[in-house]
């Protein structure tokens, strides 16, 4: 039996010559064994064993004094992700004017409800009808794209938009038939990968608004300022704080991680007993904004914030924030949106059902820009619970600390995906494993010395984030997540349940897993009435999907009346909450 790999055993303790490591015994069970490694086991050599055979040897390398600033600097880089969406609005053929038409839904006239003489726009994939000669505001709208036109004859078009809407319309004239015949197909085409917000690295600060953006996550913070363009973050770090050890200073982001301090890290926002419910440490988060207006180099009294929160935060931790922003910082104002609403607007949507998975897991469908608060689901499960199966997969390694837990986190990151049949791919693993095993190298994280630079593993890459659609594999009796989605829709007016199949958004780190968005879309698919299509919306840039959001609240005319001014706030307190009311 030749040496698979040589697994790299983290204890920390302070005998560097001990090593505590699991084995499997005869019984293919794990045995904890304590002994003094000789010089070939600590030079990593494989032994003999009494049958000659090579026996695989964990070297134990302590890692108390690792810097992982390298290694988190790879995890919480910024990247553009490839954007293949090709858009293709320039084929669309823009057309306004009168036609007739019935009620919506309707497909027959009656005394009633007969034919009415309306002013039409199609523009952008979407067909907008006015009631009044006011054109600055449709009366209705119907999406184009991915929908399809039928010739009914006698000048008649029908309109299906595939998502529970159907719209008859007559022309005046053979010619403007004609016309609007070509307008309308051309727009049918599927262009609503291009509609996604499709931000850029950076770009000029906004000229006329001064707004800073701060998405707080319950493990990551990003931050920039408002451009001309939405953009991604210009800050991204880990939501950890440390004290050091001489002047007890608080450290924040990656260089709390350093040795030096990381005895005593902690997070800055923590989920509560309550799954729908977070705390934020007020005694750290000002070290979190002094640290944002530094390596941004602003002066905040000169700006609006726009701040991302984790779900509902409760009144009086909003209340501690804004005091916190008004009173020490001086910020000209505030507004606070939950993340999975801002996840949203990246897509360029009002109406759909997000399914934002980061450290939990939270699903809310959308109506209109209100949420609807029956079918809201929040759990406690997220990407954690897939660092925790992977980890028990890891045959050979051991990881247990929180340091050596974000090398489990860049192996996920590396390696893990989601697969369509998880059955018949783990058949096919165990009779070819060879042909899934996958490699991820760590030798460019400054490990210590005698350190293994690679960690190998095969049914696990598949296995480990299957338990989002069998959550029996974690060992929970919990809903898996394509129930969950099912239950949202359900949630929704029955007029619009139709159109919620075909508006899923993904949002949030765990779902940029390979093979995520395309499993979650055929586990729904078998859940939706035979005649209804699902589609799963995965934007490439979805790891920041709300803080494009934020940038594009942030540029609409809108904002700034949900905005609460340092005045109001000092004038009314909590009162001026009821801007932010986003639930209906």
Not at 190 to 214: E, F, G
Not at 496 to 512: E, H, N
Not at 565 to 570: H, L
Request: glycine share 6%; charged share 25%; aromatic share 10%.
């Amino acid at each position: 039996m030749k040496k698979i790999c040589i697994g790299i055993t983290c204890t920390e303790t302070k005998e560097a010559e001990l090593e505590v490591t699991q084995t499997p015994d005869s019984k293919g069970e794990s045995t904890v064994q304590n002994k003094l490694l000789s010089d070939e086991e600590q030079a990593g050599v494989p032994l003999e064993t009494e049958q000659g055979q090579d026996e695989v040897v964990p070297v134990r390398v302590n890692l108390s004094s690792w810097d992982p600033t390298k290694l988190l600097q790879d995890l919480y880089a910024i990247k553009l992700q490839p954007d293949n969406a090709k858009d293709i609005s320039d084929k669309f053929v823009a057309m306004q004017g009168l036609m007739e038409k019935l009620p919506m839904n309707k497909k027959k006239a009656t005394l009633l409800k007969t034919w009415k003489r309306r002013f039409f726009k199609a523009e952008d994939g979407w067909l907008y009808y006015y009631e009044t000669s006011n054109h600055d505001k449709p009366s209705d709208t119907l999406q184009l794209m991915g929908g399809k036109v039928d010739d009914l004859g006698n000048r008649i078009l029908g309109i299906d938009d595939g998502r529970g809407k159907y719209l008859m319309v007559r022309c005046p004239t053979d010619k403007e038939y004609g016309q609007w015949k070509l307008a309308l197909e051309s727009q049918t085409a599927d262009n609503v990968k291009a509609t996604y917000v499709r931000p850029v690295l950076s770009c000029p600060a906004h000229q006329q608004r001064k707004v800073i953006l701060i998405d707080i996550g319950s493990s990551a913070i990003r931050a920039g300022i408002l451009g001309e363009h939405p953009t991604l973050p210009s800050l991204f770090f880990p939501n950890m704080v440390a004290r050091s050890g001489q002047d007890n200073d608080l450290v924040v982001g990656i260089e709390s991680y350093k040795p030096e301090y990381r005895k005593g890290l902690a997070k800055t926002v923590r989920p509560m007993d309550k799954v729908d419910k977070f705390s934020i440490d007020m005694s750290t988060i000002g070290a979190v904004f002094k640290k944002i207006f530094t390596e941004l180099k602003v002066e905040p009294a000169d700006y609006w914030l726009m701040i991302s929160t984790p779900q509902s935060l409760a009144d009086k931790i909003r209340a501690d924030l804004m005091g916190e922003l008004i009173d020490t910082y001086h910020v000209q104002g505030v507004c606070m949106v939950m993340q999975s609403l801002l996840a949203l607007y990246s897509y360029n949507a009002t109406s759909g059902i997000i399914v934002d998975i980061g450290e939990r897991m939270e699903i809310l469908p959308i109506y209109d820009g209100f949420v609807i608060e029956g079918g809201v689901s929040r759990q406690s499960y997220g990407g954690q619970k897939v660092l925790e199966s992977l980890n028990s997969c890891l045959h050979g390694y051991k990881f247990s600390t929180p340091i050596q837990q974000l090398i489990v986190r860049y192996v996920m990151e590396q390696s893990c995906y989601l697969v369509t049949d998880y059955k018949d791919t783990l058949k096919k693993c165990e009779q070819d494993p060879e042909n899934y095993r996958a490699t991820v190298y760590l030798n460019n994280f400054d490990l210590p010395q005698g350190s293994t630079m690679e960690v190998t593993h095969d049914y696990s890459c598949f296995k480990s984030p299957e338990g989002f659609f069998n959550t029996d594999l974690w060992g929970m009796d919990y809903p898996c997540v394509h129930k969950l989605v099912f239950q949202a829709i359900q949630s929704c007016p029955i007029d619009s349940r139709k159109r919620m199949y075909r508006a899923i958004y993904l949002s949030g780190g765990v779902t940029m897993l390979p093979g995520f968005a395309d499993r979650l879309q055929c586990e729904l698919q078998k859940l939706a009435p035979p005649s209804v299509m699902v589609e799963v919306h995965a934007s490439p840039q979805r790891y920041h999907s709300a803080y494009i959001g934020a940038c594009s609240l942030a540029s609409m005319e809108q904002f700034q009346q949900i905005c609460i001014s340092a005045e109001e706030w000092k004038k009314d307190g909590v009162k001026t909450f009821r801007k932010w009311n986003m639930t209906g």
